[in-house]
């Protein structure tokens, strides 16, 4: 089974910065694929940041590239996206995703491609 938990979330001013990571249970880390993705009320889930199984490729949604910055610790099965710069836009909740497992080494941008969700952890930036 897979459980992936995701913290740190919570309220900034635009401008800002947060970091939020997901802990991730499952039986070879390496294997999975993750991603970051975030929805608002009302919208479609949308693809935020992936990175690879080794984490040596990463691949960024053109609206935080440059601000965003996914990485990940295989030893520790956990997964970080810091977020700086933060917009009144970015507010959303954000689900950390496990794809696989897998042997892919490329970084998938399709919700479909992503088995596994996390509970999702919620951020706020005031304007």
């Known amino acids: 089974q897979v459980l992936l938990v995701e913290s740190g979330g919570g309220l900034v001013q635009a401008g800002g910065s947060l970091r939020v990571s997901c802990a991730a249970s499952?039986?070879?880390?390496?294997?999975?694929?993750m991603g970051w993705f975030r929805q608002t009320p009302g919208k479609e889930r949308e693809f935020v940041s992936g990175?690879?199984?080794?984490?040596?490729?990463?691949d960024y949604a053109s609206s935080v590239l440059g601000r965003f910055t996914i990485s990940r610790d295989n030893a520790q099965n956990t997964v970080s996206l810091v977020m700086n710069s933060l917009k009144p836009e970015d507010t959303a909740d954000y689900f950390c995703?496990?794809?696989?497992?897998?042997?892919?080494?490329?970084?998938?941008?399709?919700?479909?491609?992503?088995?596994?969700w996390g509970q999702g952890t919620q951020v706020t930036v005031s304007s």
């Open positions: 995703a496990a794809s696989g497992p897998t042997t892919s080494t490329v970084v998938s941008r399709n919700p479909r491609d992503y088995h596994y």
């Open positions: 499952m039986n070879t880390f390496t294997l999975y694929r």
């Open positions: 990175i690879s199984r080794s984490g040596g490729r990463t």
